[in-house]
């Protein structure tokens, strides 16, 4: 969807922005058709995986890095001894589990090779821990909250480690190669921000705006990702604690609503749109759940404003979004987004919705049916917003 949208509505060498880029698919897309990408993220591994990502690499220069890496594993004189701050860190990971990723995080810092080609070798570690399979004693840390599952054997992350270096070298090899002779010479792929209800740049800067936003509650980024967090502070800038505290400002986040729940006791104000308050009024009696959604709209249209604010007049901004379901209670996601948009003042632009498109998603694509049964059908359909900044007619002052 993401070439799509880029094919569709920009040219050779214009800016892609995707603001939540999660993964980095959009800058890769954007890459790979020859724009510059700009991606930003509020979560720090996202960003490291997206710049990774998205970055074509020397695969020679990688194929040394993972041969020394693993030279230096095999030799096994390497200190094991750190440990992370994790509360409980014996029953999240056993003690060679732990002794393991200790000592790969040594042989990361040890070899020597180019700053990009060591964020590969990071983000291969993090996804020892995020994985549907982590070598945590927790299962499925990518979908949901931590569910305890012990090892009952070593899960030797070492040689996980290795496997996974093996991969992500097929992985830039194919990227190369869709990339051709051009892949020195492509656009270099941007990190420029983290929040995407206030990036820092410039005005009327890209031709696009190409994102998925997170769902309301539907996954908690922070407790997804906060273990790797733990086994890498130093390279993502953060600690447990104020990653944790971070989490507050993740979109769709239920912590930050709650709080505000729980103090102002009564439901949340009125937002001025029609559509929107008819769905908070439907929610009267799930007031907690009510603060989610109304957070996640307000928080949705600063969102909405700052694309449209980097949008150049005439570019478009495309979202990737999906109904959801509230104690049975349907939030029409895209009809609300699309008021949200119709709200907006802008200076230098009109905001209009030209197109809503539908896909409805593979069952064996969906990620979480086992959620089905407790909370109602999630994410079956997923819609297509398009919208575009209209240049104001000349002589128009806004
Ligand atoms: C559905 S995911 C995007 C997935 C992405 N399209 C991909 O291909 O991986 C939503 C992303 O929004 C990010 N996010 C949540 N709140 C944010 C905020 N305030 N600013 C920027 N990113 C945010 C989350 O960290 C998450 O990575």
Known sequence: MARWAIDRYTDSGDVVLDPMVGSGTTMVEAVLAGRQAWGADIDPLARLIAQVKATPIDPLAFANAAQEVGRLLDNGALDDGWRPTIAQLDRWFRSDVASDLSAIRVAITRVDTTP???????VAFSSLIVARTSVANARDLVHSRHHYRAWEFDPD???RFKGKLRQFQKLFKEYAELLG??????PRALIVGSDARKLDVPSSSAQLVFTSPPYGSALDYTRAHIFAVAWMPEVLGTDPEAYRLLGREYVGS????MNEAGRTKGVPPQTGLVETDAVLANLADHRERAWIVYRYFR????????AFRVVKPGGHVVLVVCPSNIRKIIIPTPDLLT??????DLSDGIPNVVGLHQRTLHERRRVMPYLESA???RMRTEYVLIARKAPLAV???K
């Open 339 to 344: 008021e949200a948009i119709r709200s907006l």
């Open 254 to 257: 239920e912590r930050a609503p």
């Open 299 to 306: 928080d949705m249209t600063v969102v909405l404003r700052e």
């Open 181 to 186: 002779p051009q892949s020195q010479s492509v």
């Open 375 to 377: 909370f109602g059908v």
């Open 116 to 122: 990009e080609v060591k964020s590969i070798l990071w």
């Open 395 to 397: 002589g128009v002052v």
């Open 157 to 159: 992350a070492i040689g």
